[in-house]
Structure formats: C-alpha cells, structure tokens
Nanobody, 116 residues
Framework: QVQVVESGGGLVQPGGSLRLSCATSGIAFSFYAMGWYRQAPGKQRELVAAITSLGRPNYADSVKGRFTISRDNAKNTVDLQMNNLKPEDTAVYYC??????????WGQGTRVTVSS
C-alpha cells in the first residue's frame, strides 16, 4: 500500500520559516520524481518545487530564492524548506510522487498559513 504523508504545516508570521516534510512508503522512492504543490482558496493547484530522481531541483518563479527542496533516498522523504514566507504563500501544500506520465501519488496535504 502506497502512503504519502505530509507534515510540518502551521501558522507563521510574514518573514518566518517553516519546513515541510513528506514521508513515503510502498514505492521505489529513488526512482520517483517528487514535487510540492499548493492550492490556495479559490485557486488552482500549482507546482511549487520539484526534484528529479537524480536530485535536480526546479522551482516556481514565485518561490525562487526562498524555498529549497531536498530529498533523502535512504529515508524515502522529501522536504521543503520555506524561508521569508509571505501571506501569498498561504495554501494547502501537497506532496506528489511521480514516475513517468502515468504513475503518481498524492498526500492529503498540510496547511500553511502566513499571517500576522
């Protein structure tokens, strides 16, 4: 059974930091590209950051220089370090594990609220 479980969300003030973590099981993790997506109220889900199976990251323009994605193939986890958070980063953040164009798994999401 595949499991994708996010953790680390919460309430933070503007300018603050949070670290999200995604733990997976039931997949050959090292072969999967991993991504963090977010969905704000009334908006479509969007890609925030992704990292290939070989560890190459890419970021949405809106988070470049503030967010860092990393993976640990030994622990089957992927993290998202978020610094200098802004109110517009408020959203539910989802972890995605993808292999090719037909296989992907989603977590249930973790809520991030940036507010003073």
């Amino acid at each position: 059974q595949v499991q994708v479980v996010e953790s680390g969300g919460g309430l933070v003030q503007p300018g603050g930091s949070l670290r999200l973590s995604c733990a997976t099981s039931g997949i050959a993790f090292s072969f999967y590209a991993m991504g963090w997506y977010r969905q704000a109220p009334g908006k479509q889900r969007e890609l925030v950051a992704a990292i290939t199976s070989l560890g190459r990251p890419n970021y949405a323009d809106s988070v470049k220089g503030r967010f860092t994605i990393s993976r640990d193939n030994a622990k089957n986890t992927v993290d998202l370090q978020m610094n200098n958070l802004k109110p517009e980063d408020t959203a539910v953040y989802y972890c995605n594990a993808a292999r090719g164009s037909r296989i992907d798994f989603w977590g249930q999401g973790t809520r991030v609220t940036v507010s003073s």
